[in-house]
Nanobody
């Protein structure tokens, strides 16, 4: 199974910023959409953002629109999630994912691979 390696999680105060990254081991997913989900304790895994293979199309959940920005660098096989104006309710384990398209990603119809997860904790 393809290993997606995430980095950048940690603890930050409310109003602060973090940038997550997720790197694939090779160009296997260069033509796939990549995206981010999160899961807080006792809650279902929630879609956050997705970006298509070229970076031309993005999709965001309403809960993070305007605060989070997704981007990708195909030369590094990496997708990023810039998180600004963080709130305590953003505390969760964040997962990157790969899917055939941004629409499929958002609907969770098919997820081809998941990262191992990285903890983000926002203190008030």
């Amino acid at each position: 199974q393809v290993q997606l390696v995430e980095a950048g999680g940690g603890m930050v105060q409310a109003g602060g910023s973090l940038r997550l990254s997720c790197t694939a081991p090779d160009r296997t997913f260069s033509t796939y959409a990549m995206g981010w989900f999160r899961q807080a304790p006792g809650k279902e895994r929630e879609f956050l953002a997705a970006i298509n293979w070229s970076g031309a199309t993005t999709s965001y959940a309403d809960s993070v629109k305007g605060r989070f920005t997704i981007s990708r660098d195909n030369t590094k096989n990496t997708v990023y999630l810039q998180m600004n104006s963080l709130k305590p309710e953003d505390t969760a384990v964040y997962y990157c994912a790969v899917a055939p398209s941004t629409t499929v990603m958002a609907s969770r119809t098919r997820i081809n691979a998941w990262g191992q997860g990285t903890q983000v904790t926002v203190s008030s």
